[in-house]
């Protein structure tokens, strides 16, 4: 059963970085997809950033280019998701994903991902 842990969230001020990580366990992830993906109050949940593991292809929402790094460490079957320059509007429960094939383009979003994690809340207030 593949499991996946979510952890690095907190409270930051606009303009200040958190590293969220994403620990995943239950199989082998070769061939498979990884992502983050938020979801704020009142609203669906969106797309962040995806990484294929084995090829290392990465996807990033337009709002999140140039300022969110993804990765992955496959050694500990980790995924990681650098975030900088945070605005409040990144203000969401984020959620680590992960799908039984590889994603590209337009086909990373929540009904492609098969199992999912139980989320860290991110907050960007002053």
């Known amino acids: 059963q593949v499991r996946l842990v979510e952890s690095g969230g907190g409270v930051v001020q606009p303009g200040g970085s958190l590293r969220l990580s994403c620990a995943a366990s239950?199989?082998?992830?070769?061939?498979?997809?990884l992502g983050w993906f938020r979801q704020a109050p009142g609203k669906e949940r969106e797309f962040v950033a995806g990484?294929?593991?084995?090829?290392?292809?990465?996807k990033y929402a337009d709002s999140v280019k140039g300022r969110f790094t993804i990765s992955r460490d496959t050694a500990k079957n980790t995924m990681f998701l650098q975030m900088n320059s945070l605005k409040p509007d990144d203000t969401a429960a984020y959620y680590c994903a992960c799908g039984a094939r590889a994603l590209y383009g337009s086909r990373w979003s929540p009904s492609a991902m098969d199992y999912w994690g139980k989320g860290t809340l991110v907050t960007v207030s002053s």
């Open positions: 990484i294929n593991w084995s090829g290392y292809t990465t």
């Open positions: 239950g199989r082998t992830f070769s061939g498979y997809a």
